[in-house]
């Protein structure tokens, strides 16, 4: 099993549209999440950061769910410059080495 | 601008070939990773150092790749002997070690590696 799964997509989705990424972890002793925006051809960025259950800024909802090592990231009123692959990132090192997952890629159309 | 630096943004090189990539982390950062990302994947670790000490080395890193922070401030990555399989990006990013807790890590804009 990959340390860390998520769907490939792509996520076609409307301007305003709701739309949720999930992904999967397999080393239960991590700690923190993250959630990274990567833009075609550029570098990562971080966009949200989980250290409990959860985390919301303003239209980005990220949750996490322990007990089934799954975390989901939930984009409301969705933009077409949230068109991007968002990168799903359990830090499982000490001195945080960062395991990517291979991304969801998200279009959001006119 | 003083976020993360690399250098060549591109790289084009025959089989066989050396290169170095060189980054330049944020100023105040001590600890500086490489990864590389290949096309429909996310990044993998490669390698990190904290100051000029590297602590660790993935598996990915074979004989052939050596990377080196003399002064614990700038890093290069050398490939020897270049393959076609080490055409990727090669992604360098910064953090600020605290006591406890995440440290967000920075990244540099890569170095895209073609090998012919």
């Known amino acids: 099993r990959k340390e860390v799964e998520q769907d490939p997509g792509p996520f076609n989705v409307p301007e305003g549209a709701t739309v949720a990424f999930n992904c999967t972890y397999s080393?239960?002793?991590?700690?923190?999440f993250f959630w990274y925006r990567q833009d075609c051809r550029k570098e990562p960025k971080l966009l949200m950061s989980?250290?409990?259950s959860g985390n919301e800024d303003g239209r980005f909802t990220a949750q996490l769910n322990r007990a089934s090592q799954y975390i989901s990231l939930l984009i409301r009123d969705s933009k077409l410059s949230d068109s991007a692959t968002y990168l799903c990132?359990?830090?499982?090192?000490?001195?945080?080495?960062?395991?990517f997952g291979a991304g969801t890629r998200l279009a959001v159309h006119p | 601008d003083t976020g993360v630096s690399q250098n060549p943004r591109h790289k084009i090189t025959k089989r066989g070939q050396n290169v170095t990539f060189r980054c330049d982390p944020i100023?105040?950062?001590?600890?500086l990773y490489w990864y590389r990302q290949t096309l429909g994947q996310g990044p993998e670790f490669l390698t990190y150092?904290?100051?000029?000490?590297?602590?660790?080395k993935s598996r990915l890193l074979s004989d052939r790749f050596s990377a080196e922070r003399p002064k614990g401030s700038f890093s290069t990555l050398e490939i020897q002997r270049t393959e076609q399989g080490d055409s990727a990006m090669y992604l360098c990013?910064?953090?600020?070690?605290?006591?406890?807790?995440?440290?967000?890590?920075?990244f540099g804009p890569g170095t895209r590696l073609t090998v012919l």
């Open positions: 990013a910064s953090s600020l070690s605290l006591a406890s807790s995440y440290n967000e890590q920075f």
């Open positions: 080393n239960s002793a991590s700690q923190s």
């Open positions: 989980v250290y409990s």
């Open positions: 990132v359990p830090n499982s090192g000490g001195y945080n080495k960062l395991i």
């Open positions: 100023s105040e950062h001590n600890r």
């Open positions: 150092f904290q100051n000029e000490a590297q602590l660790e």
